[in-house]
Each structure stands twice: as C-alpha cells, then as structure tokens.
C-alpha cells in the first residue's frame, strides 16, 4: 500500500478512517498524528447546517471536512469539487471506506470560467495545492512544481445543471471554500444559487488570492454582496474570531496580500437578494 495508509482519525468529536500519502509531511502527518483535530470552522459550519440541506464544497482534499459534515447531517447532500488527481482519488476511496452516501464528488476546480487551468502542486503538504504559482522571492517556491497538463475547470451552477438536469439544486444552504486563493473566484460564479438562507465558509487568504489574481476591487465588490461578515477561525497572530467589517477585511487584504503570514476563515451572511447591492 506504500506510500499510503490508514488511520483513525477524530475531528470535531467524530471518528472516521482515512487513508492519506505518506509523503504529505504537513496535513497528511496531522490527519495520521493520533491527536483529536478540531475546527472551529467545521463547528460553525455544524451548527447552520439544515435537514435536507445543499452543500457546496470547494477543495474537498482527502475528505476529512465532507465526510464530518456528511455525518452529522446525514440528509444533507453535498457537491465536492477536488482538482488533484490524488487526493481526488483518496477522496473517493475514503468516502467508500465511511460509507457516505451522500457526497457528490467531482474530479475538477471550480471558477468562474469553464475550460483548463495550469495547477502546482507542494511537494510537502497536498491541503496547499493552488492554481497559481507563488511568488518567485517566496521561501516556498522550490516546493512546488506544475502538473506537465492542464486542469479542467467548471462553472459549478452550470456544471451542476448539465449534470443533474431538472434535479439540478436550485440553491445552496451552505457553501464552503478551502482553495488557496480561488474562492472570490467560486463564490461570484454561485451567486445565482445564493439566496437568504445561504450561509457562506470562505478561507480569507490575501497573499493566495493576489497570486490567484484577485484583486483588492474584486474581494471588495465581493464582500459588498454580503449583509454581514465573521472571523470564525484565525491563523493570524492577535487576529481573534469577531465580527468583522468589509473596511476591516479590506485593510487585512493590504497589510498581508504581498508576503504571506496566515489567513482567516470567514463565514458571510448573504443579503435578501446577494446578486443586488
């Protein structure tokens, strides 16, 4: 089975097993590391979601965050987008080993556009995956190295609707993105599934998404859509999970978009009609 393996794992208090690459020394060592993982994003998450619920999940790894969600809401049904061929392919094979039914995965990105992209991949960590290479002065540009091919990338609205065609969701009570600097990217191609009730996840990483090509107007017009915004999980020093202003947002995107130093999760609120201001 070399380079791979299986472990029990316990996140946020339930207990799956997962299989993971040997060779992934950062997020792999962790799921492996016996220790009892939690997440206060995945326990925000928990607490909004809804019976019967529609989940969409952007950057789906190995699984671990689907499979918890999978469990604690059995009859929610989830739409998990994973680009890289691995932990696609141990994604899959950890959903047959839980026994989770109710997660729909798909091997692509997702994005506003539909088409292929070039992905990196790190050498060290397979959660740090990213469609856009970092910084050349980066103390971490050796580590990754592009795939010799290009990526399918897909709308997910219409990649759904193709898909599933009059049983196509026609909203999301949930959405989740965990992408290393696509999620502005994703969420403005949701926005015809995000209605009232939606409640949004979203990493905040402003050096991920500057390489990504997001820009300080687009997060911006972005965040503007929302009626109200959270910290719910930070990795920032004397950054602490509050409410939090777009001002505030927009200041953290220029104190930290050139050179990385940790990132936020957010959960965003949406407005009566989000595709409005």
């Known amino acids: 089975m070399h380079p791979f393996t299986h472990s029990e794992v316990s996140l946020n208090d339930v207990t799956m097993t997962l299989v993971t690459n040997l060779e992934d020394l950062i997020s792999g060592a962790e799921l492996r590391s016996g220790k009892k993982l939690w997440s206060d994003a995945l326990d925000h998450a928990r607490k909004n979601l809804k019976p019967h619920g529609r989940i969409?999940?952007?950057?789906?790894?190995?699984?671990?965050?689907?499979i918890f969600l999978a469990k604690v809401e059995p009859t929610a049904l989830i739409y998990c987008f994973e680009p890289?061929?691995?932990?696609?392919?141990?994604l899959t094979v950890n959903l047959e080993i839980n026994q989770?039914?109710?997660?729909?995965?798909?091997?692509?990105?997702?994005?506003?556009?539909?088409?292929?992209?070039p992905f990196y991949k790190s050498d060290?960590?397979?959660?740090?995956?990213?469609?856009a290479m970092p910084r050349m002065d980066d103390p971490d540009v050796t580590i990754?190295?592009?795939l010799p091919y290009r990526i399918?990338?897909?709308?997910p609205p219409e990649f759904l609707k193709a898909c599933y065609r009059s049983k196509a969701p026609r909203s999301f009570d949930l959405i989740v993105t965990d992408t290393q600097g696509a999620d502005v990217d994703i969420l403005e191609a949701c926005l015809p599934m995000i209605g009232p009730h939606t409640g949004v996840i979203a990493e905040y990483s402003p050096y991920h998404l500057y390489r990504h090509g997001t820009s300080r107007q687009d997060v911006e017009r972005l965040l503007r859509l929302f009626s109200r915004a959270e910290i719910v999980n930070s990795r920032v020093e004397n950054v602490m999970p509050a409410p939090v202003t777009v001002d505030q947002l927009l200041s953290f995107y220029d104190e930290h978009c050139e050179q990385y130093k940790g990132y936020v999760d957010i959960w965003l609120t949406a407005r009566q009609d989000p595709t409005h201001k």
Request: hydrophobic residues 45%; glycine residues 12%; proline residues 6%.
């Open 124 to 131: 060290w960590d397979s959660s740090d995956h990213r469609c």
């Open 56 to 66: 969409l999940y952007a950057g789906g790894h190995v699984g671990s965050a689907v």
């Open 84 to 90: 890289d061929p691995i932990n696609f392919a141990l």
């Open 152 to 155: 399918p990338i897909v709308q």
């Open 144 to 146: 990754f190295h592009g």
């Open 100 to 117: 989770v039914r109710n997660v729909h995965a798909f091997p692509f990105a997702a994005g506003k556009t539909q088409g292929f992209i």
